[in-house]
């Protein structure tokens, strides 16, 4: 089953409003989490790491004030997209790994956004 | 930062084919991971795997780590195994940064 859960999974919004995507591990603690972005037909993107308790880190050409990550437990991180434009429209995908001792990455189901 | 080129970009099976993906890479990994991801978006995890061979039913995967490349076998393939298969890599760093990084993908199609 899954392990990375993600809501809302379809969210359509007027261009200028604020939009909140969660990201939460299942029966496991995440101190990071990362996000990512995917254009249609295209490749996924890093766009962010998550800090349990810290700053988040973006990647070049993120901007980080449109970009809001909060990662305020352990088992929950959210991106929140301010100011949406019909340019923002994407799926985005959170991922976290499960355990210590092991680099593997599961990932969210994704939400797609849509800005009208 | 690391490249990862996948190939062949897109794929036309027969049910009942085989298939190779590659995945070349341009520098040391601590991770690979191949995914599969489905009509609505999902990423399902099918392999970790740095190095070494690993076999999941009609799926196997092996990666070269000294040559820098993995290849994703599908045995006997189904309509089921449609999508688009990504490789992702995490570059090469002592601490482990967990980030990765994705090639393009394969779009496989399998038609009855």
């Known amino acids: 089953g899954a392990v990375v859960s993600q809501h809302p999974s379809w969210v359509i919004c007027k261009s200028g409003t604020s939009v909140k995507i969660e990201c939460r591990s299942l029966d496991f603690q995440a101190t990071t989490m990362f996000w990512y972005r995917q254009f249609p037909k295209q490749s996924l993107m890093l766009m962010a790491t998550?800090?349990?308790?810290?700053?988040?880190?973006?990647e070049q050409g993120v901007e980080k004030d449109k970009f809001l990550i909060n990662h305020a437990s352990l088992t929950l991180s959210t991106l929140t997209v301010t100011s949406a434009h019909p340019e923002d429209s994407s799926f985005y995908i959170c991922?976290?790994?499960?355990?210590?001792?092991?680099?593997?990455?599961?990932f969210g189901e994704g939400s797609r956004l849509t800005v009208l | 930062g690391i490249q990862v080129e996948q190939s062949p970009p897109d794929l036309i099976l027969q049910e009942g084919a085989n298939s190779t993906l590659r995945c070349n890479f341009s520098?040391?990994?601590?991770?690979l991971q191949w995914f599969h991801q489905n009509p609505w978006g999902q990423l399902i995890n099918l392999f970790y795997i740095p190095s070494g061979t690993k076999q999941n039913g009609r799926l196997s995967a092996t990666t070269v780590a000294t040559e820098r490349y993995s290849l994703l076998y599908i045995s006997s393939s189904q309509t089921t195994d449609s999508g688009v298969y990504f490789c992702?890599?995490?570059?090469?760093?002592?601490?482990?940064?967990?980030?990765?990084?994705f090639g393009k993908g394969t779009k496989l199609s399998v038609i009855p």
């Open positions: 991922s976290a790994r499960r355990g210590s001792n092991t680099g593997e990455l599961f």
């Open positions: 998550s800090n349990e308790g810290s700053k988040a880190t973006y």
């Open positions: 520098d040391s990994v601590n991770n």
């Open positions: 992702a890599v995490e570059p090469y760093s002592g601490a482990g940064s967990y980030q990765l990084t």
